[in-house]
């Protein structure tokens, strides 16, 4: 397997890395465990202390670290400085919350008394993607440290010294050994890790097929699994929406990341009455991007992660285009090196193309003229991808009671579907299930043990 810095600016590789041998594995999770044993007995104090000092260290080489995303995934430089504050202020926020989520509750039994206690139950799995290679990392990492877990994380294999970097960052705030471990495995070997007995939960996030591979392995183990998949988006704009804050926030939700997110704005849905209007500023907007290199800071577009990511969203491209979908704006890769396409816009799309169902991963938006709202419900809900949604318009309470008809694990009204530490993070459908985030994140890989107590003379 090849575990490689490759700058998709360039296209050139940049340093490599070995896989991992299954003895070097083994010793690992072992570490893992053993420090387990020591880890769940820390105080809440302890573990919070140790994150703050992980989000200190963060805070402090930011560029530097921001500067390895730039590197190896082709996030601007800008978004990248940004995701390291966020990352930051996750761990933080675990740190300062994590006692009082996971604080006993005291329940009034018939007779006697009783509580419920949040416990640690082990080394949990983590397999992670490149689009958001430290803040994916960190808000799977952060509440599960908090809760007396150990970490074992697969980081992408495109992102290897993102994932040496964070280990490192652990280390330096004086971690135990095996509190947080760094695997360079592929994918493949990740999945067998699931039957491993010292595993007691496995999270990822990524492609359905990874999901589904975990998944399967974790239902034959019958152990827990969160997954965040795919998603597509519907962005949708009612007749009465501030046009240009909607245009603004349409750019910055389609093409942030340089359009590889999973909860990226991906299909633009217009009542008619708005539609040509929306669709004139929003092309003129994405035809003025400054495509380049994401170190520059008059970059407004950089490249996709990978070249084989670049070909793959070209030969989707292609595929709807014959099937007979409309270019409106771009279409093609840009003639320069690296694993750029350019800003694309596509209309006239049907079922039975290939970019109406399938996630497009990267900066192209899929445009849609509806004749009301409630088409744009419609349309919005046919998909099989759940994970977010935003909707455009002046009377909230229109926008929230749209939103409680759109099947998705997250709404947002005038604003794109977005993260922050203390907002729950997931979707529906085959989007995935679990939460991240906020306090439910906290609680998906604890023993939420029931504690009984009794007198001596309490009936049965």
């Not at 704005?265 to 907007?285: C, G, N, P, Q, T």
């Not at 070909?311 to 840009?334: C, F, M, Y």
């Not at 009671?401 to 998705?408: F, G, R, T």
Request: hydrophobic share 40%; net charge negative.
């Amino acid at each position: 397997m090849s575990i490689q810095t490759i700058n998709p600016n360039t296209n050139k590789t940049i340093k490599s890395f070995d896989e991992m041998t299954d003895k070097i594995v083994d010793a690992k999770i072992e570490k893992a465990n053993l420090t387990f044993t020591d880890w769940k007995k820390t105080s809440y104090q302890e573990r919070a202390d140790l994150l703050h000092k992980v989000a200190d260290l963060m805070r402090a080489k930011k560029t530097d670290l921001a500067k390895i995303i730039t590197l190896e995934m082709g996030k601007l430089l800008s978004q990248a400085e940004g995701e390291i504050d966020v990352s930051a202020s996750i761990l933080d926020y675990y740190a300062d919350n994590g006692e009082t989520f996971l604080a006993d509750k005291i329940l009034d039994p018939e007779h006697g008394a009783a509580i419920i206690r949040n416990s640690p139950i082990g080394v949990l799995l983590g397999v992670m993607p490149w689009n958001f290679p430290f803040y994916q990392v960190v808000r799977f990492a952060a509440p599960n440290i908090m809760v007396g877990n150990t970490i074992v994380l697969k980081h992408a294999s495109i992102v290897p010294q993102c994932a040496e970097a964070i280990e490192k960052l652990f280390e330096e705030a004086n971690a135990p050994e095996g509190l947080y471990t760094n695997l360079y495995i592929s994918g493949k070997n990740a999945s067998k890790l699931v039957a491993d007995k010292r595993i007691k939960g496995v999270s990822l996030t990524g492609s359905e097929d990874a999901g589904a591979s975990i998944a399967m392995e974790a239902g034959k183990h019958l152990k827990k699994v969160v997954l965040e998949l795919g998603g597509n988006d519907p962005f949708i704009i009612l007749e009465d929406a501030d046009i240009e804050k909607t245009v603004e926030w349409a750019v910055v939700g389609r093409m942030n990341n340089n359009g590889q997110c999973c909860v990226a704005s991906k299909r633009f849905i217009a009542v008619e009455a708005i539609a040509d209007k929306f669709l004139e500023k929003f092309k003129e907007k994405l035809s003025q991007m400054k495509v380049g290199d994401p170190m520059d800071p008059n970059t407004e577009l950089g490249p996709l992660s990978s070249e084989a990511a670049a070909v793959h969203l070209a030969d989707q491209l292609n595929r709807s285009i014959d099937e007979g979908a409309t270019v409106l704006l771009g279409g093609k890769r840009p003639e320069r090196e690296g694993a750029f396409m350019e800003p694309t816009i596509l209309t006239d799309l049907k079922p039975e193309m290939t970019a109406y169902y399938e996630e497009l991963f990267g900066p192209v938006a899929s445009f849609y003229i509806v004749k009301d709202e409630n088409e744009a419900i419609e349309l919005a809900n046919d998909s099989q991808f759940g994970l977010g949604a935003s909707i455009f318009t002046q009377d909230v309470e229109r926008g929230k009671a749209i939103a409680d008809q759109i099947d998705s694990g997250m709404v947002f009204i005038n604003h794109p579907t977005w993260t922050q530490a203390d907002l729950p993070f997931g979707g529906t459908k085959r989007s995935g299930f679990g939460r991240e985030l906020s306090e439910l994140g906290i609680h998906e890989f604890v023993n939420k043990k029931l504690i009984r107590i009794s007198g001596l003379n309490d009936p049965f």
